[in-house]
Nanobody, 127 residues
Framework: QVQLVESGGGLVQAGESLRLSCAAS????????MGWFRQAPGKEREFVAA????????AYANSVKGRFTISRDNAKNTVYLQMNSLKPEDTAVYYC????????????????????WGQGTQVTVSS
């Protein structure tokens, strides 16, 4: 099991940037692929980005491709989400999660396939 704590959220204007961090504790972090999801009020939880355990593979939702970058530092037990050119539609609570595998399988964008979750961090983008 992995314990996850997100940070870095806040209120920004459209076009600005934020970097989210997710600090993990537990022995299995470096063996798990990691993902970021988000959930806006009244909407379903949606996939944002994922990264394999060794950072060799990454995946992004079409809505954030080219603007967001996921990365990880296994030595620091931390995964990051760099968010550039933010838009009001990016407003949501952002969650990091630990995937069930070390690599990205066909279901990496399905939140139900992630075993461990953080508490979330709010990102608000004003227009």
């Amino acid at each position: 099991q992995v314990q996850l704590v997100e940070s870095g959220g806040g209120l920004v204007q459209a076009g600005e940037s934020l970097r989210l961090s997710c600090a993990a504790s537990g022995r299995t972090f470096s063996n798990r692929a990691m993902g970021w999801f988000r959930q806006a009020p009244g909407k379903e939880r949606e996939f944002v980005a994922a990264i394999s355990s060794g950072s060799g593979n990454t995946a992004y939702a079409n809505s954030v491709k080219g603007r967001f970058t996921i990365s990880r530092d296994n030595a620091k037990n931390t995964v990051y989400l760099q968010m550039n050119s933010l838009k009001p539609e990016d407003t949501a609570v952002y969650y990091c999660a630990a995937y069930r595998l070390y690599g990205l399988s066909v279901d990496y964008d399905n939140w139900k396939k992630y075993d461990d979750w953080g508490q979330g961090t709010q990102v608000t983008v004003s227009s």
